[in-house]
């Protein structure tokens, strides 16, 4: 370790920026390093998750960003531009490139565009487990003399070689380093050319690397002409490339680098004789034309019957002490109306949602579990066919999938969608994808009306999110958004045993936003919810006196033809808040407060419910309008008022029609 080290930031501390292609092990590095040292939040001005994390070594104080996963540096996503400005502009102390072990031609392209860039560059050599399990060999000896990097083995699921990585990120910091990639004659004239001139712009030159800038101008990367746009030197340049064909330039490139690459990989690796391996014949299986499907849908009955069934004995252990602690209330605070509020709107309404804190982190555990076990990857590879048959780019299911958890991150997701056409049809489908929020409104029905059944049931209402969400993308594609499909290609990860620790602190990410929703707008919605059942002074606690009883009379029309009678339409309308809120209106509704088994007693005593308009209901909750963080995030995404307010309503109107259908058609049939 060397005795002095000097970093521009200030005492011991060092800045570290995480980056890769997706899929190789980049999150797991993440959690190794960082552990629960870690926040996430959004880029400013964008809405790209940035995730940070912090430790200690060797007397450094490390803060490590994650940068969102690419394949290239090239501005043709939101993730790509805030990975490269980052790296350019904020200029942190060392760049950590994960590399993928089985797969090093395609890791490399976006290491020689970081060894463009002048960064200080660190190489962690992942997944080298895998690689050695095929028989695959790697000189490191010889990787880093040609790249002049250093490079380290690791494997992140299992946490090995991180004090090795640590310490070559104190070896790396603050060293200079210049490499970069020839183009041959031709091209290392107009690099020469345009560097020329950039280099009359002092600002410039202290800002970007002239040669990058150089090179990606030549390429015509947009972003890079928005770095000199207004500057005395833009028109000089475009002068210079206006009659030149950058497309071609663009591919010559691309070809030198990939040139390079494959000199590279035949020095330092040796793979044997490629034979069928067992992943190969899973992939025949999981991926296949009649079963891939199927397969896919039967294990996601199985999360959710899981999901239901392992999460039934935690909620009855909330729900008892909810219970009590809200009897505990009611004995000892003597005051009616303060008893009632922190009894029922306070302790009730958090308790509502709490109860159902086992479901949402079993749900997320096995969708972490089938993410990091590389099967989520396929399963978006085999709904690719069904998404480009309606017109939707296959990569637009993997956003969509992610819904099946939260539907703000899953809309966010979005921005990995190159075109602007295939990213708003999957924005406005996308809520049709049932998130975990919805979850306490199908277990409380399905439970109360559907016994044995209420996991097939609420299987069910996945599959038709899906369903709706498929006939949408094709009615919206073929109408108010006609265009192309954009191509789809996609790299399929090793499989891999999950690991504990990732699907955890994944599980646990999740559960804690839902906790913060818990204490904070669900809170808020709630004991709404409990002052309009409280008003007027005097009146009978939610009763149809009251200020909701009075609101839920005169949407009772509306909503009259579905079979609800005014109190499912309050709920439906406190349900805008966050989806569990509306378990939490029917508490207080019913009197039950917390209570789950009251809230079920109250339901199934009530004679305006029966199995139908509970289906009916739970339709209509997965289908209206989603709740108000997702409307926001759809006009941020969108920018668009016009897009946003269409969203609400038409998924507010097939929530109707379908509701409308259920309980017609069964009263037709005789069903109820």
């Known amino acids: 370790m060397p005795d002095i080290f000097k970093s521009k930031n200030s005492g011991k501390k060092l800045r570290v920026a995480l980056t890769g292609n997706p899929n190789v092990g980049k999150t797991s590095l993440f959690n190794a390093l960082t552990g629960s040292r870690q926040h996430v939040g959004n880029w400013p001005g964008v809405t790209v998750e940035k995730k940070t994390g912090t430790l200690k070594h060797e007397g450094f104080e490390i803060e490590v960003i994650d940068l969102p996963g690419t394949y290239s540096l090239t501005a043709y996503s939101p993730d790509e531009i805030v990975a490269r400005d980052y790296i350019i502009e904020e200029k942190p102390d060392v760049v950590i490139q994960v590399l993928d072990a089985t797969n090093l031609e395609r890791n490399l392209y976006l290491t020689t565009q970081l060894l463009e860039l002048g ?13 050695e399990e095929r028989g695959d060999s790697i000189d490191i000896q010889k990787m880093e003399e040609f790249l002049e990097v250093p490079v380290v083995k690791t494997v992140a699921r299992e946490e090995k070689g991180i004090p090795a990585l640590l310490d070559a990120v104190l070896r790396t910091a603050g060293k200079e380093h210049v490499h970069k990639i020839g183009y041959g004659n031709a091209l290392e004239s107009k690099i020469g050319e345009i560097m020329t001139l950039l280099s009359e712009d002092t600002g410039l030159k202290a800002a970007y690397p002239l040669r990058w800038l150089s090179v990606k101008l030549l390429e015509g990367d947009e972003n890079a002409f928005g770095k000199i746009k207004g500057r005395p030197v833009e ?23 990939y040139e390079t690459i494959s000199c590279l990989t035949a020095l330092i690796s040796k793979k044997p004789e490629r034979v069928l391996e067992p992943s190969d014949l899973i992939d025949r299986v999981l991926t296949s034309k009649k079963l891939g499907i199927p397969i896919f849908l039967a294990l996601m009955w199985g999360a959710f019957d899981v999901t239901f069934t392992f999460g039934t004995p935690f909620m009855n252990i909330i729900d008892s002490f909810f219970g009590w602690l809200s009897g505990v209330v009611s004995t000892n605070v003597s005051n009616p109306w303060l008893s009632s509020f922190l009894g029922d709107g306070i ?22 579990i089938l993410e990091d076990s590389g099967y989520l990857a396929r399963a978006a590879f085999v709904m690719d066919r069904l998404m480009y048959s309606i017109g939707l780019q296959g990569k637009a299911s993997i956003p969509m999938l992610m819904g099946f958890g939260c539907t703000v991150p899953a809309i966010m997701a979005t921005r990995t969608l190159e075109s602007p056409r295939d990213r708003l049809l999957t924005i406005l489908v996308t809520p049709f994808m049932s998130c975990g929020a919805r979850m306490p409104v199908y277990v409380v029905l399905a439970g109360t009306f559907f016994g044995e059944s209420a996991g097939s049931v609420i299987f069910a209402i996945y599959i038709l999110g899906i369903m709706v969400a498929i006939f949408s993308a094709k009615l919206l594609g073929s109408t108010v958004l006609k265009g192309e499909v954009s191509p789809f290609i996609m790299e399929l990860p090793p499989y891999r045993l999950p690991s504990p620790k990732t699907s955890l602190l994944h599980m646990w990410e999740n559960g804690s936003m839902y906790l913060k929703k818990a204490g904070t707008i669900i809170l808020a919605g709630v004991v709404l919810v409990w002052l309009a059942a409280s008003l007027p002074v005097g009146v009978e606690y939610g009763s149809e006196s009251s200020l909701i009883g009075s609101l839920g009379h005169f949407l009772e029309p509306l909503v009259a033809p579905l079979g609800f009678d005014w109190k499912v339409a309050v709920a439906l309308v406190f349900g805008f808040v966050a989806k569990e809120v509306v378990i939490g209106s029917l508490g207080v509704l019913y009197g039950a407060g917390e209570d789950e088994s009251a809230i079920m007693a109250g339901m199934q005593a009530d004679p305006a419910l029966d199995p139908v308009i509970a289906f009916g209901l739970m339709v209509f909750t997965l289908l209206y309008v989603p709740c108000v963080a997702t409307v926001g995030v759809i006009k941020k995404e969108t920018g668009s008022w016009k897009w946003t307010l269409f969203s609400a309503a038409y998924g507010t109107t097939l929530a109707w029609i379908f509701a409308f259908l259920i309980y017609q058609g069964s009263r037709i049939l005789g069903w109820t």
Do not use: C, H, W, Y
């Open 119 to 131: 960064a200080q560059v660190l190489i962690a050599l992942n997944m080298t487990d895998l690689a």
């Open 235 to 257: 028109s000089k340049v475009r002068k210079l490339l206006d009659s030149e064909d950058m497309a071609f330039f663009e591919a010559e490139m691309a070809d030198q680098r």
């Open 347 to 368: 302790i009730g309404g958090v308790g509502s949602v709490i109860l159902f804190l086992p479901n949402i982190l079993l749900l997320f555990l096995m969708l972490s």
